[in-house]
């Protein structure tokens, strides 16, 4: 087995798609932003073709919208809506985890642990976008392990709306460090139905934070 690997060359699509939805998850664009292809790519210094692919990749996501007879933008966000794509999301990651977590190997623990130890170094203001590489590299591990590629395709897809409710009304979500390192130390110990427990507390606490939004961003 090769002891080093090497990172895919991502296309230009991929890259502006990665800035545009960084863009709109820190709120640097916020939700009713109307998308204008030509001003994205003098944005990214990309051409309007890559642009126009991004976006359409980030609809499928459901960061931008494209309303009948109106201009592309990036989507609203309510608390219905909130509410909606946490539910989803909180069922999605309980059963990757009651698949994944058995199924997490000694390195797959690792990795967990460096993405935590990563987290807990950025500071409370710190870049959010630090905190949400960090998380998803941390959640990849049990995706991975579940084997369930449909599943990890939904919740990938999800993760961007998470962020942003995440980022934008300024709540902990499932970056609760206290029960991320709960999760790693029972995966440590070899407890995983343990680990299974945390996330699904990790997951109620998230939906319970949701519940208290305000009606509108």
């Not at 946490?86 to 069922?91: D, H, I, Q």
Request: proline share 6%; charged share 25%; with cysteine.
């Amino acid at each position: 087995m090769p002891t080093t690997t090497q990172t895919p060359t991502k296309t230009l699509k991929e890259s502006v798609a990665d800035r545009l939805r960084r863009d709109i998850v820190s709120g640097a664009l916020l939700p009713g932003t109307i998308i204008r292809d030509l001003e994205l790519a003098q944005r990214y210094d990309a051409s309007t073709s890559p642009v126009r692919e991004a976006v359409t990749l980030l609809t499928a996501e459901g960061l931008i919208e494209m309303p009948p007879n109106r201009p592309k933008q990036v989507t609203h966000i309510d608390r219905q809506s909130a509410r909606e794509h946490v539910a989803v999301f909180k069922l999605l990651t309980i059963a990757a985890y009651e698949w994944g977590a058995p199924r997490v190997d000694a390195k797959g623990v690792k990795e967990m642990r460096k993405a935590l130890e990563l987290i807990k170094r950025i500071p409370h203001d710190g870049d959010p976008q630090a905190f949400i590489t960090a998380a998803r590299a941390y959640e990849d591990v049990v995706l991975r392990a579940s084997g369930n590629r449909p599943l990890r395709r939904m919740l990938i897809q999800l993760f961007s709306t998470i962020e942003r409710v995440v980022v934008l009304w300024r709540i902990k979500g499932p970056l609760r460090l206290q029960g991320m390192e709960a999760v790693v130390q029972a995966l440590e110990a070899g407890d995983p139905q343990a680990a299974v427990g945390h996330c699904r507390d990790l997951m109620d606490s998230f939906q319970q934070d949701v519940e208290a939004l305000a009606p509108f961003l």
